[in-house]
């Protein structure tokens, strides 16, 4: 059994993600958490050690100099004393409160207005809170009880000590829970405790699935739904605001509660997986049925939020594109190492409607992340579904065209170049689709828009090219045969003039700042070498070659 869940924690292991074991591992908190000291021990030792300590101090002043004892009277030990003495005590407890409820609503209300208004729910379930209105609220009914019992001939004077404790608690604890609330109200703990609510719905589910068959998990479904609503809200206003380190957090989130719900996926009971409609408010009840059947109702919701924030988002957050164009990805990963060929399938279908907005904009930044991060997946689907990895490839072909369609500068150039580094991972994995793969990379420009627009047809060709180079390098003259018989269809002079613009590079950062800080067209030594050998072996023969046939026997030029 041990060795089991080992290799099932190497099997979940993903780029920069840590497997259940490691996570369960990082949460246990040492003995004496450093946070808990700073945000609650030390304030309250600091109030007081200032306050008990002077009052101490000025109090043994005061018996030194008149000789009365240092414990003297410390409690009023007469009813019309008592009296006054609660009586003040009341009024205060009571204006403490009152002032903490005041400060507490606004900032609440303020926080709710600008990140979601589940914020109020959540303060309302925070423990903290609780016990710190629930000790003042007692504090202030005990001091209102006790101003009015005051009288002879039972005096409370042990409950006024008890009375004087709580007082001094609350006052204490002032400090650091308002310290606490401002961090509690904080963007980053908000969508913290969203996403753990999420993740504890999903893991109670997971845990009694055995006894799932008589439990209600629509309310579980619902936590899991309403937290990805509230951290969708969250992302959404942020992006409205310009507040660009929510917004990506929010989006790490999502991304998280998905991963979450992958980890878990296989323990969840039948039940779990059927969607319910006021979930989906928008979708057809085909729809909701086709994800009740593939069992990625968790994975569709939270793809779905994510478009919602990549629609606002792509005008005027470019990071946020970036962030949704990541998550999907590591989403996708995951996938395919859990073998959800569903989930993975869905990435891929929102990859294309991330695209097709995009075009739709005409965006070309958001296309080019898009790309980067489509490509980084592609290369992992090459090694567990090869058919996929064809359509992935039509895919960078058909947008890159419809891009080019739509007069959107740099992407079909884009896609070229992100195509042949597909071509490269593929023939490094020796996929046995390599030839079909590499049919469609070659399909790239032929298309009436690419051959009319020289600088796109040459940046294709280059690409197409820089992958010949590559398998020259690798001795693999059949698929060197199939570029060439592609190529040799390009018109002597153009062919000539891609050869000098690709040696004439020679740095390999461009001189502009990019998003992948290298230029497309840069060839290292070493692939300039083996281009050379690509023209020499294939290019300048089959130019001879047609020359020779185009010039007529001297037969014929004296018969003329």
Not at 99 to 105: D, G, K
Not at 166 to 174: Q, V
Not at 175 to 201: E, H, M, V
Not at 384 to 410: H, S
């Amino acid at each position: 059994m041990a060795a089991s869940n080992e290799s099932m924690d190497r099997a979940t292991r993903v780029r920069g993600s840590a497997t259940p074991n490691e996570a369960s591992r990082k949460q246990k908190r040492p003995r004496f958490d450093p946070q808990t000291l700073q945000r609650w021990v030390l304030p309250i030792g600091i109030v007081f050690v200032v306050g008990v300590g002077g009052y101490l101090l000025v109090r043994w002043i005061d018996s030194s100099l008149t000789g009365a004892p240092f414990f003297s009277a410390l409690m009023p030990n007469k009813a019309d004393a008592m009296d006054a003495a609660f009586g003040n005590l009341a009024q205060s407890m009571v204006g403490i409160l009152g002032l903490v409820i005041t400060v507490v609503a606004i900032v609440v209300q303020l926080a709710a207005q600008r990140y979601t208004p589940k914020l109020v729910d959540l303060f309302i379930n925070d423990r903290v809170n609780i016990a710190y209105f629930f000790l003042m609220v007692t504090t202030a009914i005990d001091t209102i009880v006790l101003s009015y019992s005051a009288k002879e001939p039972v005096l409370p004077y042990w409950n006024g000590v008890v009375l004087l404790v709580l007082m001094m608690s609350c006052l204490l604890l002032l400090l650091p829970y308002f310290q606490y609330l401002f961090f509690f109200l904080t963007p980053g703990n908000i969508i913290a405790i969203i996403r753990k609510n999420a993740k504890s719905a999903m893991e109670r589910v997971s845990i009694a699935s055995g006894k799932a068959k008589a439990q209600n998990l629509a309310p579980l479904q619902a936590d899991v739904a309403n937290s990805m609503e509230q951290i969708s809200d969250i992302s959404l206003a942020a992006v409205s605001q310009m507040d660009r380190n929510v917004a990506l957090l929010s989006i790490r989130s999502l991304k998280d509660v998905m991963v979450d719900h992958l980890l878990v996926k296989r323990r969840m009971p039948d039940r779990w997986f059927i969607p319910q409609k006021e979930h989906f408010p928008g979708i057809s009840s085909d729809f909701l049925h086709e994800i009740a059947v593939t069992r990625t109702w968790v994975e569709v919701k939270g793809f779905m939020d994510l478009e919602l924030i990549f629609k606002m988002a792509i005008k005027d957050m470019p990071d946020g594109v970036s962030a949704i164009a990541n998550g999907a990805k590591i989403v996708g990963m995951y996938a395919i190492r859990l073998r959800d060929s569903q989930v993975l399938a869905n990435v891929i279908q929102f990859f294309n409607t991330f695209l097709r907005h995009a075009v739709n904009d005409r965006n070309p930044k958001a296309i080019y992340n898009l790309f980067y991060q489509y490509r980084l997946l592609a290369e992992e689907v090459l090694a567990v579904d090869l058919p996929l990895a064809e359509r992935i490839c039509f895919y960078f072909k058909y947008y890159g065209q419809t891009a080019q369609q739509y007069e959107i500068p740099m992407i079909l150039i884009t896609a070229a170049f992100d195509m042949a580094d597909l071509m490269r991972r593929a023939y490094e994995r020796n996929v046995p689709n390599l030839q079909t793969l590499v049919n469609t990379f070659l399909e790239l420009d032929d298309n009436p828009a690419t051959q009319a627009n020289e600088f796109d047809l040459r940046s294709v060709r280059k690409a197409q090219l820089s992958f010949a180079s590559f398998l020259v390098s690798k001795n693999d003259s059949q698929t060197v045969q199939r570029i060439f018989l592609d190529l040799k269809t390009e018109p002597k002079d153009r062919m000539m003039a891609i050869r000098k613009e690709m040696l004439a590079v020679t740095n390999r950062k461009f001189w502009e700042v990019t998003d992948r800080g290298v230029d497309f067209f840069y060839l290292d030594d070493e692939q300039k070498k083996y281009l050379e050998q690509f023209f020499t072996r294939y290019m300048e023969p089959y130019w001879a070659e047609r020359e020779r046939s185009a010039v007529p026997p001297a037969a014929a030029l004296r018969q003329g």
